[in-house]
């Protein structure tokens, strides 16, 4: 019985050193032994290694996000595009390596920080733009119809407005732009409908049957999301303020501008519009309206000297001018009709002014190719 006990703890201090030598690997790092310990040393670098080529190509993605970001608003950004971000786990950066008058051909490069040493991946990518290149005075889905008035049109490129349904017009319409020197010359008008009318049309080319414009796109949920201050039902401002400069005020409901109001920022409208009298930011800074519903402006009537509604404009409806002589400087977007109506002899003067701080798309991006390089 003591020489069979013998024999198994014998037996187990063999299967023991068996196992330590192996764990161990004889030595591995002086030796060079290929032990089970080795093994496991080896697969945990793999898998930081693996952990690293997925991190990397993620930064890299976030490189091109960011990018596709900045472009989807300013597509003139990308002519030289450069930018790059470091973070605790690597660094991306990515510009732009070639580029067309219709696209852009990107580099990201993200970098993971892998022990002492760093993994890079690549990707390129080509994108396109389609839809609304020129800065239009106005911009319409539906009909452009002015009735009885005179309108005055200047713009700030050679389309200055363009009606993806019919214009048509009965009183004197002058539509203007400026050469690249700078001076005063006729401007042209585009549509994708037909253009008819009874009164007079002093403008450059007048296109009718031309090819729809790809209008700006709102995501209302985002919009809603980022603002800083909400108000939950019908609001009204007499003769007051509302928003702030550089960010987002969230009207959910119907609102209506009464008197000589001061508004800045972007004001949002999940519902109609009315404004009664003018609506304008202060000096220096800037306004933009972003409405779900209809936008009616009426500015009864007053003789101004100087714009009442100073503002960049979009309604997912329509946009109707009361009678009377309204003057707006900013641009007009509209995907329904838009209307100017007098009954006596109106007028409505429109000029353009950029808002750089514009919320809108006003041209939709495609990925034409996206290719990891390595």
């Keep these: 019985m003591n020489q069979q006990r013998g024999s198994v703890l014998l037996g187990s201090v063999m299967l023991l050193t068996v196992l330590s030598m192996i764990l161990i690997g004889v ?16 697969e ?30 300013n597509w003139a950004s990308g002519n030289g595009y450069s930018r790059s971000e470091t973070f605790a786990i690597g660094q991306y950066s990515v510009q ?22 760093v993994v890079t991946r690549k990707v390129h990518l080509t994108l396109t733009k389609e839809g609304v290149e020129d800065p239009y005075t106005i911009l319409t889905n539906g009909n452009l119809n002015f009735k009885k008035a005179s309108v005055t049109i200047n713009g700030a490129s050679d389309v200055v407005f363009h009606t993806n349904g019919n214009f048509h017009y009965d009183g004197a319409v002058a539509v203007y732009t400026e050469d690249e020197s700078g001076q005063t010359i006729y401007g042209d008008i ?50 007051g303020s509302l928003g702030s400069s550089g960010v987002i005020t969230y009207i959910d409901g119907n609102l209506t501008f009464d008197g000589s109001v001061t508004a800045r920022g ?17 000096s220096g800074e800037t306004l933009e309206i972003i409405t779900k519903g209809n936008v009616d402006f009426d500015d009864q009537g007053n003789s101004s000297a100087g714009p009442e509604l100073v503002a960049s404009v979009y309604c997912e409806g329509n946009f109707k001018l009361r ?23 109106g007028s409505l003067r429109m ?3 950029e808002n750089p701080d514009s919320k809108l798309t006003t041209f939709k991006t495609s990925i034409a190719d996206w290719q990891e390089v390595y």
């Design 27 to 42: 030595d591995t790092q002086n030796q060079g032994g290929s032990g089970l310990m080795q093994v496991v040393n080896s």
């Design 44 to 73: 945990h670098t793999w898998v930081q290694r693996d952990y690293a080529n997925v991190t990397a190509l993620n930064l890299a993605e976030a490189g091109l996000e960011k990018a596709l970001d900045d472009m989807s608003t």
């Design 96 to 117: 732009t390596v070639g580029s067309t008058s219709s696209s852009y051909t990107l580099e990201a490069a993200g970098s993971a920080f892998f022990n002492d040493s």
């Design 190 to 239: 585009t549509a994708s409908g037909n253009i008819d009318g009874n009164g007079t049309l002093a403008s450059g080319t007048a296109t009718a049957n031309s090819p729809n414009v790809t209008l700006p796109t709102i995501n209302f949920d985002q919009l809603k999301t980022d603002s800083v201050t909400q108000i939950d039902g019908n609001y009204s401002v007499n003769g």
């Design 266 to 282: 972007t004001i949002v409208v999940d519902g109609n519009l009315d404004i009664t009298g003018s609506v304008k930011p202060p």
């Design 323 to 345: 009678p009377g002589s309204p003057w707006i400087e900013g641009f007009v977007v509209a995907t329904g009709n838009m209307e100017f109506t007098s009954a006596n002899a």
């Design 351 to 353: 000029d353009y002014q």
